[in-house]
């Protein structure tokens, strides 16, 4: 199923992205409180299929939230990273988290949201990011690298 896209427009004349971000907010936290473990750490599919997808067309990262030991240290590897574009996946429980995140690029790189919150929720989190993305996202993503206008990405 092709995704949509809702968008508060930049000018996508002057984008160019060469470094790409794909963060999986922590969610364990929420989950299991203070118990981390094993159990509570699951490898982010949907960004390694985005990441295939993409990896010829930009020099793109996954960063797992999970992985790290406090949301600081995940937001100065991103930062660290220097990235053009900012691709978040969310859930219901985890887009707080991601806004957090979010607000430390404000201005910056170009912040794009999937996931299932943004397909179920996307008039909300097109108020707080540059693209949200319902549905799948590969395409859409591609198409964002690659310079597209965003008024001509279908999906």
């Known amino acids: 199923m ?15 992205v060469k470094r790409v971000a794909l963060v999986n907010p922590p969610y364990s936290t929420y989950l299991y409180t203070k ?6 750490i699951l490898p982010p599919l949907n960004l390694l299929y985005l990441h295939a997808y993409v990896r010829d067309s930009s020099d793109t990262k996954i960063f797992d939230g999970e992985t790290y030991p406090s949301l600081d240290s995940l937001i100065q590897d991103i930062s660290d990273f220097n990235p053009d574009l900012i691709g978040y996946t969310s859930t219901t429980p985890t887009y707080p988290i991601v806004r957090r995140i979010a607000n430390n690029f404000l201005g910056g790189p170009l912040q794009v949201i999937g996931g299932v919150y943004a397909t179920v929720a996307d008039k909300e989190v097109a108020k707080d990011f540059d693209v949200a993305v319902r549905y799948e996202g590969e395409e859409a993503l591609k198409e964002l690298i690659e310079g597209k206008d965003i008024r001509e990405i279908q999906g």
């Open 2 to 16: 092709s995704g949509t896209i809702e968008t508060k427009l930049r000018d996508s004349k002057t984008r160019n």
């Open 35 to 40: 118990e981390r473990g094993i159990k509570s």
